[in-house]
C-alpha cells in the first residue's frame, strides 16, 4: 500500500458507531491484515472503546495498525493525534485505506495528516457556526420553530447508520424524532441548513 517493508503484524481496525450496523465495506477494506478487530460503540468518547485500547496497548513495535478510513479511528483532531503519536511513540505504524497519503509510514504523510485532520475539525466548527447562524435568521424573521435538535454527532452517527443500511424509521425511533427531522437533518435542510440563505429560504416555505 505505501511501500513500507512490514516486519510485525498488520492488525485491522474495524468500528461502527451501534449493534446493528454492518461492518461489511470495511472488513472488505481490510482484507488480508493478520489480525482484524471489531468494535461497535460510538466513537465520540475514547475510554469507551476498549477494544481499541486493548489493541494499542498489545501492539508492539514493527506492528501496523490499518484502518478504512480517519474516522473510524477518531472522530476529532485532538484524539486523532493523541493516538497515532501513542503509537508512533511505540514504534506502531499506522494507515488509512481510503487515504493513504495519510499514512504515518512517512514523516510527510504524518504532517499532512495532521494538516487534514486540523481542517477537518475547522469545517465540522464552520458548519456548526453556519447552522446558528441559519438558526438566527430564522428567528428573527418569525419562522423557527423549536423542536427536538439532533447535535452534529447524532447526525453523524445517523448518517453512518443509514448508510450501512439500517432503516431510516428505526435510527429516527432510536433517536427519538419523526422520519421527517431526520431526513431534514440528513439532508442539510431548515434548521440543519449550513447556508444561512438555505435556512432562511426553507422557513418562508
Do not use: C
Not at 449493534?19 to 470495511?26: F, V, Y
Not at 472488513?27 to 477494544?51: I, M, P, T, Y
Not at 501492539?59 to 501513542?86: C, F, M, P
Not at 481510503?98 to 487534514?116: I, S
Request: glycine share 6%; no cysteine.
Amino acid at each position: 500500500m505505501t511501500g513500507q517493508v512490514y516486519a510485525g503484524r498488520i492488525y485491522g481496525y474495524a468500528r461502527v458507531s451501534s449493534k446493528d450496523q454492518n461492518l461489511a465495506r470495511q472488513h472488505q477494506a481490510l482484507f488480508g491484515v493478520d489480525v482484524l478487530v471489531d468494535e461497535k460503540v460510538s466513537g465520540k468518547n475514547r475510554e469507551d472503546r476498549e477494544k481499541l485500547t486493548t489493541l494499542m496497548a498489545f501492539a508492539q513495535s514493527g506492528d501496523t495498525i490499518r484502518t478504512k478510513s480517519i474516522d473510524r479511528l477518531a472522530r476529532n483532531t485532538r484524539d486523532l493525534l493523541a493516538i497515532v503519536d501513542e503509537l508512533v511513540e511505540k514504534g506502531v505504524w499506522v494507515e488509512f485505506v481510503d487515504t493513504p497519503m495519510l499514512n504515518v509510514t512517512t514523516k510527510e504523510g504524518r504532517a499532512m495528516l495532521t494538516v487534514y485532520a486540523a481542517f477537518a475539525e475547522l469545517e465540522r466548527e464552520s458548519i456548526r457556526e453556519r447552522q446558528l447562524d441559519g438558526i438566527a435568521i430564522a428567528k428573527a424573521a418569525g419562522k423557527y420553530e423549536k423542536a427536538p435538535k439532533l447535535s452534529p454527532e447524532q447526525i453523524a452517527d445517523a448518517r453512518e447508520r443509514v448508510e450501512s443500511g439500517v432503516p431510516k424509521a428505526k435510527v429516527a425511533r432510536d433517536i427519538g424524532v419523526s422520519r421527517q427531522t431526520l431526513h431534514t437533518a440528513l439532508e442539510g435542510q431548515g434548521k440543519y441548513a449550513t447556508d444561512p440563505a438555505q435556512a432562511r429560504q426553507t422557513s418562508q416555505d
